[in-house]
C-alpha cells in the first residue's frame, strides 16, 4: 500500500514538473469555454449547464488519450518500468497508483471549469443538483477514457500508436450511442439492435446521469468499465514489460 | 543467499538463459562475465524478479522470485543496464521517492540519504533534475537509489559503465568494502575490474554457463592473462 502511495504521489507531482499539465490545462479549459458559448449558451436562455456538458464527451475522446498515452509508453520507452517495477510495488499496485493520479490530474482539470457553474449561477437560479451529478457523470466517464487510454498505452510502446488506438476505442463507444449511428445500425440489424449497442455506449449513460437520475446501471458500467480495462493493463504489461 | 536452479528464459524463438544454475552466499562478490547477448542482463532481470522466467526457480534470502517477488525486491538492490531514472525530477526527490516506496521514513531516511549520498558523490548535483545530468553522474544516482535500503543483496548491472577512473576506482573500493557483509553479484565486461573486486566469477555465452570459478584459479589454469582466457573460453566453445 505505501508503495501504491508513493507511486500515486510522484506521478501527480510529474504532472507539474513537466509542461504537460499546464499545456493541457490550458487547451481542455479553452476548448471547453469556447464550446459551451459556440453552441448557443445565451440563445437557448436558460441558466443550466447543458451545453457545457454536452460537448465534454467529444472533447474527452481528443484529450484524455492525450494524457493517457504516456503513462505506460514512456515507462516503457526510457526504461524507467525497470526501476518502478523493481521497487517493491506489484504491476497491478503500479497500474492502479498511475491511473489514480491521472484521474485525479483530470479531477483537478474539471474543476478549474468552475467559472461555467459560477457564470450560469450569477445568471440566473439553475439546479445545483443537475450540476452536481454532470460533474460526477463527468468525472467517472473521463476514468472510463482513462482506463481505455493507459491499456492502449500499455499495449503500444509509441505514444502516437497508443493515442490513435485510445483515440479509435474511445470514439466507437462515444459514437455507437448517437442517433444517426443508432439508426444505421437499426437498418442491419433491425430495431432489436438498438438498445444493445446504446446500452454499450457511454454516450446513453452519460446522458441519463446527465438529467440528474444517478441510476445504479449507469454507475455499474463505468465502474465494469473501469475496473475491466485496468485489469487488462496489468494484465497485458505483465507480458509486455521487457519486450 | 542467492540460489538459482535451472533458470530459463526464451523471448520468442531466442532462448536468452538457458536452464542456469548456481548459488551465492554472503561475503562473495560474483562477476558475471560474457560476450554481448549472453544472457548476463535476461538472467539479472529474472533474478530481482522484474522478468519472469519461463521454467526453474530462484530464491532470494529465502524468497522465491515467483510466488513473493515483493518480499525479494525489498531485500534487493538493483542498478539497470541503463540506470533508469525519471529525468524530470531532481536528484533529492527521486531519492525521496525511492524511500516513500521503501518505507524508508524520518530519521531512517536522513540517515540513509547522509549515508549514500556522500559515498555516490552526488552532493554537488543533490538539486539538479536528473535529465541534465552526464552519463556517470545518472549512473551513481542510480547507485545510490540501489545502496538506499542498505540492502542484503546486490544486483548491479555494469556498475561503472560511464564512470571516470576515478569514479571507477571509488566504486571498486564501495564494491570491495560492501563485499564482506553483502552478497553482491555484477555484470562487467571489463576484466579488469574482476580482478579486482570479484572473488568469484561466472562466464555465461549463449545463456549457458560455461565457466563457474574465481579469476586466480582461471588464471592459473590457463596461464595467461584474464583477457585471453576470456577468449579462449568464449570463443572455442562457440565454435564446438
Known amino acids: 500500500m505505501t508503495g501504491l502511495m508513493a507511486v500515486f504521489k510522484r506521478e501527480l507531482k510529474g504532472y507539474f514538473a513537466t509542461p504537460v499539465a499546464y499545456v493541457f490545462l490550458v487547451i481542455f479549459l479553452f476548448f471547453s469555454g469556447y464550446l459551451t458559448f459556440k453552441e448557443g449558451f445565451f440563445e437557448f436562455r436558460q441558466a443550466d449547464m447543458r451545453p457545457f456538458f454536452a460537448n465534454l464527451p467529444l472533447l474527452f475522446v481528443f484529450m484524455i488519450p492525450s494524457t493517457a498515452m504516456r503513462l505506460w509508453a514512456e515507462e516503457r ?3 524507467s518500468i525497470e526501476l518502478l517495477l ?3 510495488v506489484t504491476v497491478t499496485q503500479a497500474v492502479i497508483a498511475k491511473f489514480a493520479a491521472a484521474w485525479c490530474f483530470l479531477g483537478i482539470a474539471l474543476f478549474l471549469t468552475f467559472p461555467v457553474p459560477m457564470t450560469v449561477c450569477y445568471l440566473g437560479d439553475p439546479d445545483k443538483g443537475l450540476i452536481v451529478t454532470g460533474y460526477i457523470g463527468s468525472f467517472l466517464m473521463a476514468g472510463g477514457f482513462l482506463a481505455i487510454g493507459s491499456f492502449f498505452s500499455a499495449l503500444a510502446k ?4 497508443s493515442f490513435i488506438l485510445a483515440v479509435a476505442a474511445c470514439g466507437v463507444l462515444v459514437y455507437a450511442g448517437m442517433p444517426s449511428t443508432l439508426n444505421y445500425f437499426a437498418g442491419i440489424f433491425g430495431p432489436g439492435s438498438v438498445p444493445v449497442i446504446e446500452s454499450l455506449s457511454f454516450q446513453s449513460h452519460f446522458d441519463s446521469v446527465l438529467k440528474g437520475v444517478i441510476e445504479f446501471k449507469d454507475i455499474a458500467y463505468f465502474v465494469i468499465l473501469i475496473v475491466g480495462w485496468i485489469w487488462a493493463c496489468s494484465i497485458i504489461l505483465d507480458e509486455r514489460k521487457a519486450s | 543467499m542467492i540460489s538459482v536452479k535451472h533458470l530459463r528464459r526464451s523471448f520468442g ?9 548456481f548459488e551465492v552466499a554472503k561475503g562473495e562478490v560474483l562477476g558475471f562475465l560474457g560476450p554481448n547477448g549472453a544472457g548476463k542482463s535476461t538472467a539479472m532481470k529474472m533474478l530481482v524478479g522484474f522478468l519472469s522466467p519461463d521454467g526453474g526457480s530462484a530464491t532470494i534470502c529465502g524468497h522465491d522470485v515467483v510466488s513473493d517477488p515483493v518480499a525479494v525486491k525489498r531485500c534487493i538492490g538493483y542498478l539497470a543496464e541503463n540506470a533508469p531514472a525519471y529525468p524530470e525530477m531532481t536528484v533529492g526527490s527521486f531519492l525521496d521517492f525511492v524511500c516513500d516506496a521503501r518505507q524508508i521514513k524520518g530519521q531512517n531516511r536522513k540517515s540513509a540519504l547522509d549515508r549514500v549520498v556522500p559515498v555516490c558523490s552526488i552532493e554537488s548535483v543533490y538539486h539538479q533534475t536528473i535529465g541534465t545530468l552526464s552519463k556517470g553522474y545518472r549512473r551513481r544516482v542510480g547507485l545510490a537509489q540501489a545502496l538506499i535500503h542498505d540492502p542484503e543483496v546486490l544486483v548491479l548491472d555494469e556498475p561503472t559503465d560511464g564512470l571516470d577512473p576515478n ?7 564501495l564494491i ?6 553483502k552478497c553482491i553479484i555484477i555484470s562487467t565486461h571489463i576484466l579488469d575490474e574482476v580482478e579486482v573486486v570479484c572473488n568469484r566469477s ?3 555465452a549463449r545463456g549457458k554457463i560455461l565457466v563457474d570459478s574465481t579469476p586466480q584459479a582461471l588464471k592459473e589454469k590457463y596461464k595467461c592473462s584474464l583477457d585471453e582466457v576470456f577468449r579462449k573460453i568464449t570463443t572455442t566453445k562457440k565454435s564446438a
Open chain 2, 13 to 21: 524463438p531466442i532462448v536468452a538463459v538457458d536452464d542456469i544454475s
Open chain 1, 77 to 79: 520507452k526510457t526504461g
Open chain 2, 176 to 181: 570491495c568494502r560492501m563485499g564482506k557483509d
Open chain 1, 86 to 88: 523493481t521497487l517493491p
Open chain 2, 202 to 204: 561466472i562466464i555465461i
Open chain 2, 167 to 173: 569514479q571507477k576506482h571509488e566504486v571498486h573500493d
Open chain 1, 158 to 161: 509509441n505514444q502516437v500508436v
